[in-house]
């Protein structure tokens, strides 16, 4: 009864009486209920949240690994350049010797060494470059020059990867000296200077192992150990077209042992199984997230 008076008079002064603001939820809440049904009937008839735009996929980069011989960067870096073509990466393989026909260990068959690599660079999805000088003939003259940085023109690498300059053999040392310049100078050395040239962004110092590399100090660690069984074959193959053999699976010849225990000792340093090491040839920003 006292509820009943106390609502009238709050009609009578103007202020909603309690039942009035029952009333009132009731509507806000049937209200909102309906533009709730309304929204779902929206989405069922095809209606769909803007989804956030798509990340652009990473821009595929070109590789060149520079060296004097076939087998140089197969053994400097086999897994780094394998880890390159399985992000999709253009990867070619620059072998400045490419006349063996006087070396002695594949006496009569420098073409076969030659159209061998070719074909076992290509089944691990690298292109293979070759130019025409022999061993002990690799020489830091202008048209030796001019040959290089032909190459590099042709290519166009954002990323290059070159012999560490101090190296007992010398075809090593001169094939290095040739790389620097021919990717930092290369357009002052063509026919045509004003040609469109383009230098790459990073490049790396790899070595070639003990007997071969002096004082190599690397600053950059490459974990290969996914790579690793393909890396180790990919060698042994061109080991076995050496000897002129067919590649028996399982079994490590001496080149192979080697550059086991090389991968190993770097795998240690940064703490992983297997690895390659470089140095950089400029100090460039890492993404560490």
């Not at 089944?123 to 048209?143: C, H, I, K, N, V």
């Not at 393909?230 to 080697?258: F, P, S, V």
Request: with cysteine; aromatic share 8%; glycine share 8%.
């Amino acid at each position: 009864m006292e509820n009943a008076e106390g609502n009238a008079a709050q009609s009578q002064r103007g202020v909603p009486s309690m039942t009035e603001r029952l009333r009132m939820n009731r509507r806000t809440f049937l209200s909102a209920a309906a533009a709730v049904a309304a929204a779902g009937q929206a989405n069922a008839s095809g209606f769909e949240p803007q989804a956030p735009a798509a990340t652009a996929p990473p821009a595929k980069r070109t590789i060149l690994a520079m060296g004097a011989h076939y087998d140089d960067s197969p053994f400097g870096i086999p897994g780094t350049l394998l880890q390159a073509v399985a992000q999709g990466h253009r990867v070619v393989v620059l072998a400045m010797i490419g006349d063996y026909s006087n070396w002695k260990p594949v006496r009569g068959r420098g073409p076969d060494i030659v159209e061998g690599t070719k074909r076992i660079n290509a089944e691990y999805g690298m292109e293979s470059r070759f130019l025409p000088w022999a061993s002990g003939m690799l020489q830091s003259t202008d048209a030796h020059r001019r040959a290089v940085a032909e190459v590099v023109a042709e290519v166009k690498p954002d990323t290059a990867f070159v012999l560490w300059s101090r190296d007992q053999h010398p075809d090593h040392v001169v094939a290095s000296e040739l790389s620097t310049l021919a990717l930092h100078l290369g357009d002052r050395v063509l026919s045509d200077p004003f040609a469109p040239y383009i230098t790459p962004r990073r490049t790396y110092l790899y070595d070639n192992g003990p007997r071969h590399t002096i004082g190599f100090v690397p600053d950059t660690f490459v974990d290969v150990t996914r790579e690793w069984p393909r890396a180790i074959e990919w060698l042994g193959k061109l080991m076995a077209l050496t000897r002129n053999e067919t590649y028996a699976a399982g079994t490590l010849d001496g080149a192979q042992r080697l550059k086991e225990s090389l991968a190993r000792y770097r795998g240690a340093t940064c703490g992983v199984a297997y690895a390659e090491a470089l140095t950089a040839v400029n100090a460039y920003p890492q993404t560490l997230f």
